[in-house]
């Protein structure tokens, strides 16, 4: 019988024309139910019979089938499954729900007439789908229906059989019983393979009901040439073409279209063409932002389906490894390659949340340089079959995951499975961690990696010290055995975090709290769903009107207000964040967004403000968990959740809620009962660190590390975050402020003439160049913080005329319009008494910003007249310049300079200026005096240079602490101050003391408590820096000093000396010598019996630093590298060794107490640091510094802070 899809069409030479096929198919199988007219002009057209191709192709009528003459199927892009079987059956129409079966063993009952209307098809089975095709050489198939959907195949008679799914039957017929048969078989086992390797293993995208959240684009598009829209899913590599989306939550697909062959092609305002080398498929958006999304997905698949199969492919010959180690989807494409699992796309986004100091995840395609030939083979000899026998042996089916498992789902299992270590297989050895170090030393000299990937993630240190100081650590005891995969996997794990079943953040939390059912229903106008930040305006046409339903924790929206079906949900709880945008910033007066954690963006909105507000009212109540519901108090900008890091604990990212509002960012933070509050403008720096993964605020005494968990709506939080931390307007408020409440701009400008121009002659009364005033006024209102002035590139006056500038254009000016009046009348008064009174009084009346202000300004003039026998600007001088700029006239009024003169002159009395603070402050001006002239100003300096890097038991990013040092401060005041921004408490017999390293000499001295920092931060070298750390042998120096008769120390000890510039001294090899140190100088003689020193220096001249650098090749461990240098600047250095650590101990605390007077300690430690101010306790006082360096040292930076690797105090060569 003929089948009408395939009735030939007359046609004539001057037009063809539209032809609607009626057919005795079911609409189902019917695309297309008409042809467009097509341009004569196409190479690619219709005849009579079908496709006539001049260029070799064709598409048959009907169907998404194209086929190419001379082309073998084989090398079709669609044939990475392997072929089962294939061959030529006649198929009847798909019955759909008119099917009734009411099966008495072999017989199909319909409740209408059966269709015996036989069609012939090239039908394909591989292990994922069966197809069928009008030809062998199609390459696009007109039906695909995946084997995960078929439930049974039976025979029904006479060479036929059913293909039977949960929703419809597919007849086929075979050319003989035999034939029918062996399809049978071959469909049978090809279920039942997959049967048994349980449905959740089958792609999401080829099971019915698939998740709508795990496809990277999903919705309608029409199709040139056909009537109705399809159905266009694209997923990974691939594009899936169903009829609607009915078919697609079905399972029931027409084709897919390989990516790797793909070309996408912009045509005109809504349309864009996918070229493959078999067909063109022209598509037509709803409008040009959805055409924006989809050639953007469309792009995105191409890339992903270009990228290097080698690695994928090298890693999947592992059956384990074809899939996903977690949820078991097939074909993962990502791994972690510290755990060394291979996991799909959407496991990899989970683990990302986890941290790099639990999982690093990459991509096996795009990361190329990652994926060493030492990598690779881990993958393959660890890979998933041996992970998961540690990580997965204990997994109760109930908490399992499948490729189906939402995202809520995956992150607990995943958290469990990783963080907690709840389901791994515990070593023998667990809980005894010197046992658990001295296997893993043992281990890593052997082949078998299970057993180091256990002891590793039982607790052993990756670190930990072997005992053999030639190998001191299991890496170079792998190097030293030639196990190069050991060395590979545990350089992976260098930073990795042993689990620990206390450690569950509080994602898991937030979705185990009982969230508040809220109800809210109404018209809303809706954008279509995004992938990307919005960031040009929307107009509103882009919106459409939906009817918006918010119940029992989900939003859905439908078309109208009596539609059932809804067009889309947004569940409550995968919210991440909620934007109420500014009024106007799109075509709708107001608008709101909504972040969830598939990364898409919801856009709606409405010309009432009112309606709006009650909405994000509604959904942040329906979000929020009760224990943070004080934010939505807050008028705020955005709103959400976000992995954090502070306090005392870095080693592992929690869960904060945080609202933005009007230059303050607000946050309910793990552990906390109470909002805290960051306020944006006076951050000391805002940066965003790695692969824009962690956002850095830095605020006096406190830390915050924002992590990047979902890329979308963290880089909408770091916009807003940037644009609020800057300057708002032109008012002194709205300025970027110190922790005292100046502007910055101000605090900069001083800053650098304190230190570079107090004694420049005219300053502030000689002008600077404008250009360089404008650009650098306009770099400064730009970002400020940003902002270092560097003498050398910015010259004095340039910066003075800044300063005068700002002040003349800041509006409302310094002491605000409605003051100024009563300022200039004070004048008058000529009562010294009464006018500082009244001074007093007006001083107190201004803004807070502007009171600041006012003092530093004035405190920085009084000191600028301190030097007016250099600079020649007495207080009249400065007071004729900056007051008509400070009170912003036009030069005429004499009682603006006359103000200005009385806060000079009166400083002291007017702001009540104690006699400390003005002792600091004069100390303060005389060190910067001493280093300038004694020529430490000729390296290049910068305004507010005094901010000293300070680490924290070891060098490490995450244990830097910057420290704003003034001239008197000691090396006990910054011990302290960094154990207070710790909250480390100092001990009874704990001695924590601030230490001078010398990483070029590897050695290191620590700093008597009454040393001022100052010079020595001045003197530091490139190679050197400062560290707070345990003084661990301090106690038993004591000891030792309180036992000991007399001041003076003597014995042998081996020497060397260094080479000087000239080549003198001696260059190789340690020699025996013997000193004498007593409380003058350091004698050396060549042997006991010598009567005359061979050298002798003061000891006020020397600097002992405990270690010696390895390559002079010390004999001992014990040693000491000394530097000295005289009042003429003459430098020498050398070696000196001990034979016991006893010795060395006693030698280093005779040359402590002689330079020192016998006070190496300081007797009461504890009242200095009583009379320190209380820190504020707020986000654990950590200083924030900004993270710096490569990915890798980014990495690194979430580690735990490690203990002193000296853990007997006394450095090692």
């Not at 540690?390 to 399992?400: D, L």
């Not at 607990?412 to 070593?427: Q, T």
């Not at 947004?570 to 909504?594: D, K, W, Y």
């Not at 020649?872 to 300079?897: C, E, R, S, W």
Request: hydrophobic share 35%.
């Amino acid at each position: 019988m003929t089948d009408k899809e395939d009735v030939a069409v007359e046609s004539t030479p001057q037009k063809r024309r539209s032809a609607r096929f009626s057919s005795l198919m079911s609409e189902d199988e019917l695309i297309e139910d008409y042809f467009k007219e097509e341009s004569p002009t196409n190479s690619n057209h219709w005849n009579d019979c079908g496709l006539n191709s001049y260029a070799g192709s064709a598409l048959s009528f009907g169907a998404l089938s194209l086929h190419a003459d001379g082309m073998n199927r084989t090398d079709s892009p669609s044939q990475l499954s392997p072929v089962v079987k294939a061959g030529w059956l006649d198929k009847n129409p798909p019955q759909g729900t008119t099917l009734l079966t009411h099966r008495a063993p072999q017989l199909t009952v319909f409740s209408g007439s059966r269709s015996y209307i036989y069609q012939k098809r090239w039908v394909k089975l591989d292990s994922d789908n069966l197809r069928y095709f009008d030809s062998e050489k199609d390459v696009y198939s007109k039906r695909l229906i995946p084997i995960c959907c078929i439930t049974r195949v039976a025979s029904i008679g006479d060479q036929k059989f059913e293909v039977i799914t949960n929703n419809r039957t597919f007849a086929f017929r075979a050319e003989s019983d035999a034939d029918r048969n062996e399809w049978i078989r071959a469909l049978q086992k090809i279920v039942d393979e997959k049967k048994s390797r349980c449905l959740e293993r089958a792609s999401v995208f080829q099971v019915p009901s698939g998740s709508f959240d795990s496809m990277d684009k999903s919705g309608l598009l029409e199709l040139r040439g056909f009537k109705n829209r399809l159905y266009v899913v694209v997923a990974g590599e691939k594009v899936f073409l169903y009829k609607n989306a009915e078919d697609f939550r079905l399972g029931i697909g027409i084709t897919y279209i390989e990516m790797n062959v793909g070309n996408v092609k912009d045509v005109d305002r809504r349309g864009f063409d996918l070229t493959t080398p078999y067909r063109i498929f022209s598509f037509i958006a709803e409008s040009d932002q959805e055409k924006e999304e989809w050639v953007e997905a469309m792009q995105q698949s191409i890339a992903e389906a270009l990228s290097n199969f080698e690695v994928a492919e090298r890693i999947w010959k592992v059956e384990e490894n074809c899939f996903c180690a977690d949820c078991g989807s097939p074909k993962p494409d990502w791994g972690s390659i510290n755990l060394c699992v291979v996991i799909c796309k959407r496991c990899a986004g989970e683990h990302r949340g986890l941290g790099p100091n639990v999982t690093k995840v990459r991509s096996l395609k795009m990361d190329k340089k990652v994926w060493t030939e030492e990598l690779i083979e881990l993958f393959l000899q660890i890979g998933n079959a041996v992970a998961n026998q540690f990580w997965a042996a204990n997994v109760p089916p109930s908490e399992a995951v499948h490729p189906r498992s939402d995202s809520q789902e995956r992150r607990r299992f995943l958290v469990a499975k990783y963080r907690e270590g709840k389901y791994r297989r515990y070593h023998p050895l667990f809980g005894n961690q010197e046992e658990l170090n001295k296997a893993l030393c043992a281990a890593v000299t052997t082949s078998d990696l299970a057993e180091t990937l256990s002891l590793l993630f039982c607790g052993a240190e990756v670190n930990c010290y072997t005992g053999d100081p030639d190998y001191p650590s299991p890496i170079a005891l792998a190097e030293q055995a030639g196990q190069r995969l050991q060395v590979e996997f545990l350089l992976h794990n260098k930073t990795s975090e042993t689990p620990q079943l206390d450690m569950g953040t509080n994602i898991e939390k937030h979705y185990s709290i009982f969230l508040p059912s809220v109800a809210h229903n109404g018209f809303l106008f809706k954008a279509p769903s995004m992938a990307k930040l919005v960031h040009e305006r929307k107009s509103r046409e882009e919106f459409s009107r939906r009817w918006c339903r918010l119940h029992e924790g989900v939003f859905s929206y439908y078309d109208n207000n009596t539609s059932t079906v809804p067009n889309g949900e947004i569940r409550m709880q995968e919210v991440a964040c909620l934007v109420n945008n500014p009024p106007e910033a799109h075509g709708f007066a107001s608008t709101f967004e909504v972040y969830i954690e598939a990364e898409r963006l919801y856009l709606f909105g409405l010309d009432c403000p009112e309606a709006i507000r009650e909405w994000v009212k509604c959904i942040g109540k329906s979000f929020v968990p009760p224990g943070a519901d004080g934010l939505l108090s807050r008028d705020f900008e955005r709103l959400g959740r976000l992995q954090y890091k502070g306090g005392l604990n870095l080693e592992r990212a929690k869960e904060g809620w945080f609202a933005l509002a009007q230059g303050t960012l607000y946050a309910y933070l793990e552990g906390s009962e109470k909002e805290e509050a960051v306020h944006l403008r006076k951050l000391q720096e805002l940066s965003i660190q790695g692969d824009n993964e962690v956002l850095v605020l830095v605020e006096r005494r406190r830390t915050l590390y924002i992590q990047g968990e979902r890329k979308l709506d963290f880089l909408g939080w770091v916009n807003a975050i940037q644009k609020a931390a800057g300057s708002s307007g032109d008012t002194l408020s709205e300025q970027q402020l110190t922790d005292t409440d100046v502007p910055l701009i101000v605090d900069r400008c001083i800053d650098y003439i304190t230190q570079c121009g107090l004694t420049s002659e005219g300053i502030y009364r000689k002008s600077g160049q404008n250009s360089k005033t404008t650009g650098l006024l306009e770099i400064l209102r730009k970002d400020a913080r940003r902002v270092r002035l560097k003498e050398g590139e910015h010259q004095v006056d340039d910066v003075a005329n800044t300063l005068k500038r700002f002040f003349r254009d800041v509006e409302d000016g310094l002491f605000t319009k409605d003051s100024s009046p009563a300022w200039l009348k004070a004048t008058a008064i000529e009562d010294d008494k009464e006018k500082v009174g009244r001074y007093r009084k007006l001083l107190n009346s201004l803004p807070a910003v502007n009171r600041a202000t006012v003092k530093a300004l004035i405190n920085h003039l009084y000191r600028v007249q301190c030097f007016s026998d250099m600079n020649q600007m007495t207080t009249h001088n400065l007071a004729i310049v900056f007051g008509p700029t400070l009170f912003q006239t036009d030069g005429k009024d004499y009682k603006a300079g006359r103000v200005v003169e009385d806060l000079i002159r009166c400083y002291v009395d007017i702001f009540s200026v104690d006699e400390e603070e003005m002792r600091k402050q004069q100390e303060e001006i005389t060190a910067i005096m001493k280093m300038r002239e004694a020529g430490s100003s000729s390296a290049t300096q910068q305004a507010g240079d005094f901010i000293c890097t300070v680490y924290l038991e070891e060098k490490k990013t995450e244990a830097e602490q910057h420290i704003k040092i003034p001239a008197t401060m000691t090396a006990e005041e910054l011990t302290f101050e960094i154990l207070d921004r710790r909250k480390i408490v100092m001990k009874e017999k704990e001695f924590w003391s601030c230490f001078e390293v010398n990483e070029r000499e590897e050695a290191e001295r620590p700093l008597h408590y009454s040393e001022k920092v100052l010079p020595i931060l001045h003197s530091l070298g490139k190679d050197s820096y400062l560290v707070v750390k345990k003084q661990l042998s301090m106690e038993n120096m004591l000891l030792y000093l309180a036992s000991k008769v007399g001041d003076s120390k003597h014995g042998m000890m081996k020497f060397r000396e260094e080479k000087n510039v000239l080549g003198v001294g001696l260059s190789t090899g340690f020699h025996d010598r013997y000193f004498i140190l007593n409380s003058s100088c350091l004698r050396l003689y060549k042997e006991v019996r010598s009567h005359k020193p061979e050298k002798e220096w003061p000891v006020k001249n020397l600097k002992i630093y405990l270690g010696i650098k390895k390559k002079v090749r010390p004999p001992s461990c014990w040693g000491f590298t000394v530097f000295f240098e005289n009042e003429k600047l003459e430098k020498q250095q050398w070696y000196l060794c001990c034979d016991t650590q006893m010795e060395l101990r006693g030698w280093f605390a005779t040359f402590l107490s002689v330079q020192h007077g016998g006070n190496i300690w300081p007797p009461e430690s504890s009242k200095v640091r009583a009379s320190r101010t209380q820190q504020d306790s707020r986000l654990g006082n950590i200083s924030l510094i900004p993270l710096r360096g490569n990915e890798n040292e980014m990495r690194n930076s979430v580690a735990a802070f490690a203990a002193d690797p000296l853990t007997d105090g006394w450095p090692k060569s």
